[in-house]
Structures are given as structure tokens and as C-alpha cells.
């Protein structure tokens, strides 16, 4: 099996076609890592994403400093990895935000059914706080994986 360093532009490009990623968060020297869906932003090199208030944004809220994996695998000798390190930002409902928002919102957009899973456990009668947010990239690695058939 041959492994292979990606350049910048092909991890871009990975970020750009998939939507599904986990995110590692620490409070207190304890780990969290979640699943999470988010949408990649060419312009700004960076992740949007929204949560309902809970374990992940309230510590991310304390500690912005995250790491974000994202797999495209196929077999287990032809994978692609990325790992990102990058910062938390809430991007709040305010006027100063509206651009900021409107483009998350834009790019959730163009995914079907994008608010699942952030809000897929909402009941009907439940009406948690949505956070929307970025994860804005402050560096990242990629490998990709194949088999040599030789």
C-alpha cells in the first residue's frame, strides 16, 4: 500500500465534496470527540456548522481550540484522511453577523435535509437554542491511500 501526502489544494478539494466530519474538542485535559456535519467554505477556508447548546459548545465556548477529522474511505487500502486544527468562533444573530450567517446558511443550503443530525433531536415541542458556527482553519495535513497491485 502506497501513502501519499496531499497538497493544500487536494485537501480543499476533499473538504469541498464531502459534509460529514468528527470534531475533537478538550475541557479540562478530557477529550470529546463527536460526529458533525459541516459545510466547507472555499472563500474563507473555513468549516460552518450549527449545534443546538449542549456538551460540545459549551466546551468549545471555554476552550476554542479543535481539531476536526474528515474520512472519504472506501476500502481499507484506498482512504483519504484530512486533519484540521482550527479555532471555534460563534457566529451570533446580530447585525454585525448577518453576511457572515447568510453565508453559512447559503452553503447548508445547498445540501438536502442540512439541518440533520444538529437538529434531528428536537421534538415538536422543543425549541433549544441553535448555535451557528465556524471553525476557521488554521492549518491542515492530508494523506490518501492506495493499493499497489504490482
Same mark, same amino acid.
Given at each position: ?9 487536494? *485537501? ?17 485535559e478530557?477529550?470529546?470527540?463527536v ?6 467554505d472555499?472563500?474563507? #477556508? *473555513? ?10 459548545? %459549551?466546551?468549545?465556548?471555554? #476552550? ?7 474520512? %472519504?474511505?472506501? %476500502? ?9 486544527? $482550527? ?18 446558511? %447559503? ?15 428536537? $421534538? ?7 448555535v ?13 491511500a492506495?493499493?499497489?497491485w504490482?
Amino acid at each position: 500500500m502506497l501513502i501519499h501526502e496531499l497538497t493544500p489544494i487536494a *485537501c480543499r478539494e476533499v473538504l469541498s465534496r464531502t459534509n460529514l466530519g468528527r470534531l475533537a474538542c478538550t475541557r479540562a485535559e478530557q477529550p470529546y470527540v463527536v460526529p458533525v456535519s459541516f459545510a466547507y467554505d472555499t472563500d474563507s #477556508n *473555513c468549516l460552518f456548522s450549527f449545534s443546538t447548546i449542549g456538551k460540545k459548545v %459549551d466546551w468549545m465556548r471555554e #476552550n476554542p481550540k479543535v481539531c476536526v477529522e474528515v474520512e %472519504d474511505v472506501a %476500502d481499507r487500502f484506498h482512504w483519504t484522511t484530512i486533519v484540521i486544527f $482550527g479555532r471555534y468562533e460563534e457566529i451570533a444573530d446580530s447585525p454585525e453577523h448577518k453576511d457572515l450567517r447568510q453565508r453559512a446558511h %447559503d452553503l447548508f443550503a445547498e445540501r438536502a435535509e442540512w439541518w440533520f443530525p444538529g437538529a434531528a433531536k428536537l $421534538g415538536r415541542s422543543e425549541h433549544h437554542a441553535v448555535v451557528v458556527y465556524r471553525i476557521v482553519i488554521d492549518s491542515m495535513t492530508g494523506r490518501r491511500a492506495a493499493r499497489d497491485w504490482k
